[in-house]
């Protein structure tokens, strides 16, 4: 809420790294590696949360993350999908014994299911189920946090931020003229510090439009230009490939 806003700034090195290695038809097996040094944290002159016993990493962190992934994939094109499913499941594990200063874990869900409406008008509809959830000791700025460009399109990522977050949206994706298509979208999210503590009313709204340009026709891969909007809230999006 607004009496919860402050500024800060910070530096930062991380990477992220991910394998997968098939196993069968549309079966992968995976293995994700993060890390994130986080440093120069400057909190705004008189803040109430620079020395917050309840919150984690608030003068800086170094944050090591190990586990593995499973995924099926069914999509006829991974970057801009028309038909199929893709579900992946993973877990994080942040422990001293990879050097992590803070022991946490992360579970992420991803679901998604593409349907092909209308095959000579190439109308399609995608639909997308999100969670990630976090248990342990987790530094203030890597809590799951509600809103970026590819879901919750239209808020701020870390706006909304807590241990347990849940989002879904559905696209509705058509072609308008040769290389150009148009999209348009629905979608909510909450974030809790308790899975018990999602409630109806707590969940956000989220809606947009946006463009696409299609540059690759082998891999169907597109430019989208994106406009969400949320509540009290709004974002623009220039990005390549689609938002799932």
């Known amino acids: ?14 990477f992220d790294l991910r394998n997968r290695f098939q ?46 992934e499973i995924a099926y994939d069914t999509r006829d094109y991974p970057f801009n ?7 992946s499941a993973s877990i994080l594990f942040f422990s001293d014994v990879i050097g992590s200063e803070y022991n946490y874990t992360f579970y992420q869900v991803d679901l998604r299911h593409y349907f092909l409406i209308n095959k000579k008008k190439r109308w399609v509809l995608g639909i997308n189920l999100y969670g990630l959830f ?6 203030f700025n890597r809590l ?15 706006r909304y931020r807590d241990h347990n977050y849940i989002a879904g949206q559905l696209d509705w994706r058509m072609p308008i003229w040769r ?6 979208w629905v979608g909510t999210g909450q974030v809790s510090e308790n899975f018990s503590d999602f409630y109806w009313k707590g969940f956000k709204p989220n809606v947009g439009i946006g463009l696409r340009f299609l540059f690759d026709k082998r891999s169907k891969n597109t430019v989208r230009m994106d406009q969400g ?6 974002g623009f999006y220039l990005k390549i490939k689609e938002a799932f």
Not at 152 to 157: I, K, P, Q
């Open 81 to 87: 999908a028309s038909k199929g499913s893709f579900l």
């Open 229 to 234: 909007f949320g509540r009290d809230s709004r």
């Open 144 to 158: 799951p946090a509600l809103g970026n460009e590819q879901i919750m399109r239209g808020y701020y990522s870390g």
């Open 23 to 68: 196993i069968g038809k549309g079966f992968y097996l995976g293995i994700d590696y993060y890390f994130n040094k986080n440093y120069n944290l400057q909190w705004q002159e008189g803040s109430k949360f620079e020395n917050d016993s309840s919150l984690y990493g608030t003068q800086g962190y170094l944050i090591s993350g190990l586990g593995p």
């Open 179 to 184: 290389f150009i298509g148009f999209t348009a």
């Open 134 to 139: 976090a248990d342990g000791k987790v530094p």
């Open 1 to 14: 809420e607004s009496d919860q806003q402050e500024k800060f700034s910070f530096n930062q090195f991380y």
